[in-house]
């Protein structure tokens, strides 16, 4: 099993900024991709950015050139660099990790709890 710690989340003002951190722990052989989620209210989850193994990054349109993704596979770590906040990023960001715990098994997607993160204009 794989566990997702994510933490960094909080309120700001809007233009501001905000580092998520998520940290995978357990039984680990490998790590995939890793990617960032959010959820508004009543609104449905949807993806924020995502980055290979291989460094590749994908982003969601609304927050390319504000959002940097990139994470540290010596630490199975993802972390979301957040800059120019808008109140419509208000939502709880998720992270997920798609992991295999040992050779040969197939990858698994696991997800963290998710942690607040509030824009005030």
């Known amino acids: 099993q794989v566990q997702l710690v994510e933490s960094g989340g909080g309120l700001v003002q809007a233009g501001g900024s905000l580092r998520l951190s998520c940290a995978a722990s357990g039984i680990i052989f490998r790590i995939n991709g890793m990617g960032w989620y959010r959820q508004a209210p009543g609104k449905q989850r949807e993806l924020v950015a995502a980055i290979t193994s291989g460094g590749s990054t994908n982003y969601a349109t609304s927050v390319k050139g504000r959002f940097t993704i990139s994470r540290d596979n010596a630490k199975n770590t993802v972390y979301l660099q957040m800059n120019s906040l808008k109140p419509e990023d208000t939502a709880v960001y998720y992270c997920?990790?798609?992991?295999?715990?040992?050779?040969?098994?197939?990858?698994?997607?696991?997800w963290g709890q998710g942690t607040q993160v509030t824009v005030s204009s």
């Open positions: 997920n990790a798609d992991a295999t715990s040992r050779i040969g098994s197939r990858p698994t997607t696991y």
